[in-house]
């Protein structure tokens, strides 16, 4: 995921093709958690006047997601417009599709989304390093209620063993 663009809300971020700063800025993504686990859900009652407790069925739950990242700018400026590209990439609580392509999808051109929304606020303190320019770090996260990943391509799940 992290080797490829991802969109979100109209907006793409971690494109590579954008990293010579022609927009004066480069918005990446450094680090997603989240991505391969989702919650476990399941019911259990304690035996009454004994040791133990009887556990109904297990069943998956929703995916928390966090996003890591940090904005490049070639000045102050700039720096300040990629970060209002991203606040605004994250400013709607509605769900969106996060749009990703894993690399076994790569030759075939289709990519996966998971369908989320907004829970964490966008965390982006204000205070950046300069390398080669000015960097600032960025972190937020989404919430999908159906932790499942599915193709752009039909619709159907992806991978298949996720039921």
Known sequence: ?????LSYNGITINDETQADF???????????????????????HPIPSGTGERSS??????????????????GISQLRE?????????????PHK???????????????????RCNQPLVMADEFTKL??????????LRADNPR???TSNNSTYPVWQT
């Not at 022609?22 to 259990?44: A, Q």
């Not at 209002?84 to 990439?89: A, D, H, K, R, Y």
Request: negative net charge.
């Open 82 to 94: 990629g970060q209002w590209i991203l606040q605004s990439m994250f400013w709607d609580l509605q």
């Open 22 to 44: 022609h927009n004066g800025y480069w918005i990446r993504v450094t680090s997603v958690d989240g991505l391969f686990g989702d919650e476990i859900r399941y019911e259990s």
């Open 98 to 116: 996060l749009y990703f392509t894993p690399w076994p999808l790569v030759a075939s051109g289709d990519s996966l989304y998971i369908t989320c």
């Open 57 to 74: 069925y297990a069943f998956r739950s929703g995916k928390q997601l966090v996003l890591t990242g940090e904005i490049w700018g070639k």
């Open 1 to 5: 995921m992290l080797e490829r663009p």
């Open 132 to 141: 080669d320019g000015l960097v600032q770090l960025w972190t937020v996260g």
């Open 149 to 151: 990943s599915f193709k």
